[in-house]
């Protein structure tokens, strides 16, 4: 097995180990391993998840006794909002007027967000349906460069046509489920990334269908890259997936929270209750 195709390496609970992420690497493509030891960080989010999935969200209520009541969730995903960010490299899902902001960072051909759609992502929907968070995607494309062909770049390109529909959270869904299979044949070619249209509802049409058979989006998808590259330190980029809320990119063990939806909904709810726990820790 490659180190581009394995899944990313889980950890003994209590400790900070390797965790793995897809990564373009300098001089060389392959897995790029994060080793973290921000003990003090993670100990304080370690507790507050612990308190939120032990305990459940009433145990953090006196974090925040004034919180004003929550505005009536959305009734399912299909319901969300979408907008494309005003520099034309993020896709802005849920209420806009939410408190909480997570914003994913993709490659739809990395196996390892394939892995995190189908776990803790799960947590960071139902905020977002509850209107508790916005959601924001930042695409990368850099394992066409390792895996040959262009399949990331079309289904960027491909996501990018569903927000012009209001159809992109459905079409995400759709494309992240047939990940694996995808990558086992053909990849995300043109055809593949038409049928899997068919199974969102009204998102087929000549403008959607045009704009996937000639790469309309092109322009986002390099734009989105550009702006992947230019997330933390890193000049090549944080790896995918990565997470940061409310501008605090999520690492060492809460990187492992990122696959696990119960102890993630907890994160983002200790999040929610007390925010100013993550004030001055910047990606």
């Known amino acids: 097995m490659s180190a581009l195709s394995s899944r990313r390496t889980r950890t003994s609970p209590g400790r900070i180990g390797p965790t793995r992420v897809c990564a373009f690497t300098r001089g060389r493509r392959s897995m790029q391993v994060k080793h973290v030891r921000t003990l003090a960080y993670a100990a304080v989010w370690g507790a507050l998840a612990v308190a939120a ?3 459940g969200a009433d145990a953090l209520a006196g974090l925040s006794p004034d919180a004003e009541p929550a505005p009536k969730a959305y009734a399912n995903a299909s319901e969300l909002p979408e907008a494309l960010s005003a520099d034309g490299t993020t896709i802005m899902v849920g209420d806009p007027n939410a408190k909480m902001v997570v ?3 993709e490659d739809p051909r990395c196996p390892v967000v394939a ?3 189908s776990s803790g ?3 960071i929907r139902t905020h977002t349906i509850q209107r508790q968070t916005r959601t924001e995607y930042v695409f990368a494309s850099f394992k066409d460069d390792r895996l040959g062909g262009d399949g990331s770049q079309r289904a960027v390109n491909a996501l990018r046509a569903a927000l012009d529909a209001q159809k992109f959270t459905e079409y995400h869904a759709v494309l992240m489920a047939d990940q694996e299979e995808a990558e086992a044949s053909d990849g995300y070619t043109t055809q593949r990334l038409l ?3 068919d199974e969102v509802p009204g998102l087929r049409s000549e403008a959607f269908d045009t704009a996937v058979s000639t790469m309309k989006y092109s322009d986002f998808v390099t734009a989105s890259l550009t702006a992947y590259r230019q997330t933390g330190e890193d ?3 944080p790896g995918t997936p990565s997470v940061a809320i409310n501008t605090t990119m999520l690492t060492g063990e809460l990187y492992d929270d990122l696959f696990d939806e119960e102890v993630l909904t907890g ?3 200790a999040v929610e209750r007390a925010p ?3 004030r001055n820790r910047r990606v």
Do not use: H, M, Q
């Open 53 to 55: 999935v032990t305990y």
């Open 235 to 237: 000049p090549i980029g």
């Open 267 to 269: 994160v983002l709810t």
């Open 103 to 105: 914003r994913l960072y």
């Open 121 to 123: 992502a799960k947590a």
């Open 195 to 197: 049928s899997l249209a």
């Open 115 to 117: 892995d995190f759609e």
């Open 276 to 278: 100013e726990a993550l």
